[in-house]
């Protein structure tokens, strides 16, 4: 075979499934889920069904590129000999480790198909997680020359512009994915797309969630400066230049702060690395560049939403009468009798009293104060408002046909849904929870009683970790299975859903942390073992790039796609790992291995 015709059989066979990594963020396509009659009966999801646009197909797009890298490995696995190079300990044992564990979890978890294909609207089951694995494994055995690295990042760039771009017209209000003609293309009918999108107003391109772009925005920036930093071509470099200032309106339009704080956190480690130059040369061309990025991004930050409406809500929620935050009141208890349900908190009681009326099917509703004094209220059609503090501008309360009420309360992050069933001639029957079940009997909730009130921090996520974290003593050695939080997670804590979120109705499907994810779901040794493989990888990094030179393109490209990892790390601390970002990180620390392991060889690459 001549040496022209062997890259061109080595793209074909090695370097496309790696190149096709990156477009898994710009998968959509309708399919939709039934609900199986055991799922509905656990009470663990509303309806009997939903059209998914956002991550079942990445699911299977997933599994079927890492079906192809696998069956690429079995056929010429003499070419996959795993020798004594620097990173088989550092990367390959640790990696090795942690597949055991999630297949273990997966084997013993109570909800075995969950564990293994993933939950409903995420879709990160253990086979997709061993896919990242392979993903990694396969990348560092293929990715040897600069031929190779080349076209991963040509993709990398492509992918990249094309998510962003969405993103940015959507910050615009200039949504591309609800016009007919896509809503057409990816087999949705527009009757259908009102309740599929998830969120009007926010940017979140193909990825489903405003959090997850900005966890992308996050993990993409510094690898896009590196890339400016890799390529010689001018035009390339312009290319790279406005993808870049697209990823920075994009993250102010996701309105996240953890991209923020992943982003300034990659901009100190980058000084770590370039503290030699930074005294030899204060304006060396990258640093200002880095530093002038990171400058631009915390401008945007404090006059966007995610931190300056933030604070801006915050301070009103101390002055205005309008808003309760998490200072003011939690509840203590619910009391449910068969006319008056007692709404008790730390501040004040709250009755709202029932009786039949006198038209069959009507009741009357009044309600008075801890001591029985009668609040002053007042009809607007099928909505009750109250008229005297501390109730007016906070509560309301909205009656509908069929017996449910709902008392809404307003915070800082809007109106939660606290829904009772009452049943003329029976009485209240209890308090609706997730999946029209009805809950009578109100436990104290999970929450550690130390920080009960405090439910609301981190955005409503201190509730999740500390219960998630308390939880963790059943999942040390064997974790419930990988995505199963949903199932596992108590989704009958009335009075915890209510203190973080005003709302019986939510659904808690996450942790809102990837660390939690995983020892949950796989156990928490298995979270050390990829903790201990990522930071190896990074600790690689530090020895390798820590004195550099600038025209050493390709240490340069190390160097920026480690602080790509350490930003993704810091974003997963307020964001789980999900099918939409995380096989690009994935293929980003298997890219930064294979670096690391030429730059170590002394590979000179042009």
């Known amino acids: 075979m001549s040496k022209k015709k062997q890259p061109i059989n080595k793209f074909k066979k090695s370097l496309l499934p790696i190149m096709a990594i990156p477009f898994i963020s710009l998968i959509m396509y309708v ?9 509905i009966d656990m009470k663990i999801t509303d309806g009997v069904g939903y059209y998914d646009l956002f991550s079942y197909w990445k699911m299977i797009a997933i599994c079927v590129i890492a079906g192809f890298m696998l069956l690429s490995i079995l056929l010429q696995s003499r070419h996959y ?42 879709f990160e089951g253990g086979l997709v997680l061993l896919s990242y694995l392979l993903f990694v494994y396969y990348i560092v055995e293929n990715i040897k020359e600069f031929f190779d690295l080349k076209y991963i990042l040509y993709a990398v760039m492509a992918a990249s512009s094309m998510v962003l771009l969405i993103a940015f017209f959507q910050g615009l ?87 923020y704080l992943g982003l300034i956190v990659a901009v100190l480690m980058f000084i770590v690395f370039n503290i030699r130059h930074i005294w030899e040369k ?12 990171a400058v631009i991004a915390m401008t945007i ?29 939690y509840v203590e208890n619910i009391i449910v009798e068969k006319n008056k349900a007692i709404f008790i908190t730390n501040k004040f009681t709250m009755n709202m009293n029932i009786s039949d009326g006198s038209e069959e099917g009507t009741y009357n509703v009044f309600f008075t104060d ?26 309301r309360v909205k009656f509908y046909r069929d017996g449910y009420i709902d008392l809404l309360v307003r915070d800082i992050y809007g109106e939660g849904q606290i829904r009772f069933l009452y049943v003329p001639k029976e009485g209240i029957k209890g308090v609706v929870g997730v999946g029209n079940s009805i809950i009578t009997d109100f436990k104290p909730s999970n929450m550690p009683v130390k920080l009960i009130g405090h439910e609301k921090m981190f955005s409503r996520r201190l509730y999740m970790w500390a219960v998630s974290f308390v939880n963790l003593r059943d999942n040390i050695f064997i974790g419930d299975g990988p995505d ?13 859903k209510i203190n973080t979120y005003y709302s019986s109705v939510i659904i808690v499907d996450k942790p809102h942390n990837m660390f939690l994810q995983t020892a949950q ?86």
């Open 81 to 122: 000999s795993i020798k004594k190079h620097s990173y088989v300990f550092k990367i390959y044992v640790p990696m090795a480790v942690y597949a055991f564990f999630i297949i273990l979890s997966i084997i013993f978890s109570k909800y075995i198909n969950f564990a293994l294909f993933g939950m409903y609207e995420r």
């Open 484 to 496: 199963t939080f949903r199932v596992t997670f108590d989704q009958k804590d009335i009075i915890g």
């Open 521 to 606: 779901g796989s156990g928490v040794i298995s979270l050390l073992v990829f903790l201990f493989m990522i930071m190896s990888y990074i600790a690689w990094s530090f020895k390798l790039y820590f004195k550099f030179a600038y025209n050493e393109r390709q240490k340069v490209l190390g160097i920026f796609i480690t602080l790509s990892v350490i930003s993704f790390l810091i974003t997963g601390f307020f964001t789980d790992s999900n099918v939409s970002v995380s096989p690009m990180f994935y293929l980003l620390l298997g890219l930064g291995v294979s670096i690391n392991y030429m730059v170590s060889k002394n590979q000179k690459v042009y």
């Open 282 to 293: 204060l304006l060396l061309r990258i640093s200002f560049l880095v530093i002038t990025t």
């Open 301 to 329: 930050a404090v006059f966007s939403g995610a931190f300056g409406n933030g604070i801006i809500k915050y301070l009103d929620s101390k002055t205005s009468v309008n808003y309760f935050d998490e200072d003011d009141f």
């Open 173 to 259: 209000k200039l949504d591309p994915l609800s016009t007919s003609a896509f809503l057409k293309l990816i087999g949705l009918t527009s009757e259908e797309s009102a309740s599929t999108t998830f969120a009007a107003g926010w940017a979140y391109s193909t990825l489903y969630n405003p959090n997850y772009l900005g966890q992308y925005t996050s993990l993409m920036l510094p690898v896009l400066v590196g890339i400016l930093q890799y390529f010689k071509d001018k035009k390339l470099k312009i290319a790279v230049i406005l993808i870049i200032i697209i990823d920075l309106f994009a993250m102010y339009f996701a309105k996240s702060s953890s991209a």
């Open 370 to 395: 801890g001591e029985d004094n009668y609040v002053n209220t007042s009809m607007n059609g099928n909505t009750m408002n109250f008229e005297e503090a501390p109730y007016k501008g906070v509560f």
């Open 31 to 39: 399919y939709h889920v039934g609900y199986p009659q055991k799922v």
